[in-house]
């Protein structure tokens, strides 16, 4: 199994603004109505949603953050290196992959506001994920961050933000 035979049996396409490549594999078809969610949500949202995520050579995940908790599944391929920026200024790397006895995560959850982008270890090599969210992912959700705010709050990351933070100039 290679890369492209995932992209074709999964119907991969890219995902547009933070990278990659992706297919959503569910979608709720019930509704939480605004006004029963937390503030922080503008819209209805279905219950959950589910995707398919491929990284593969020269793509990446953009750092962004999101309204709600992100459960990601590490499938096949090579090891992800994940960036986590917290809102009180601490930041942590976790790698996806399947050596779980050596501190990689097959499963791992990001919190809603946190700050995330990722990339894979090995540059020639693919990995798929998989995410799932509960309320389910509406675009108004997603908020892509900003290299330059991102550098000034958190500078000892200044490694992996320049790897995965947009300037602005690809949108």
Do not use: C
Not at 15 to 25: A, K, N, R, V, Y
Not at 62 to 74: K, N
Not at 105 to 118: E, K, L, M, N, Y
């Amino acid at each position: 199994m290679n890369a492209r035979e995932i992209i074709e049996f999964l119907h991969l396409t890219p995902l547009p603004i933070e990278g990659g490549l992706f297919s959503q594999s569910y979608k709720a078809k019930e509704k939480i109505p605004k006004k029963a969610l937390p503030p922080r949500y503008h819209s209805d949202h279905s219950f959950g949603t589910a995707i398919y995520y491929l990284h593969q050579p020269g793509t990446f995940s953009a750092i962004h953050r999101l309204l709600t908790d992100e459960v990601y599944h590490f499938y096949l391929g090579n090891p992800i290196e994940m960036l986590l920026l917290f809102p009180d200024g601490s930041s942590q790397v976790v790698i996806l992959g399947q050596e779980i006895l050596s501190g990689q995560f097959v499963q791992f959850v990001v919190p809603a506001g946190v700050w995330q982008g990722s990339h894979l270890l090995q540059p020639n090599g693919w990995a798929l994920l998989g995410t799932t969210m509960a309320p389910g992912y509406e675009q108004d959700d997603f908020q892509l961050g900003n290299r330059k705010e991102l550098l000034s709050q958190y500078p000892e990351q200044k490694y992996l933000i320049d790897i995965l933070a947009l300037d602005g100039s690809q949108l």
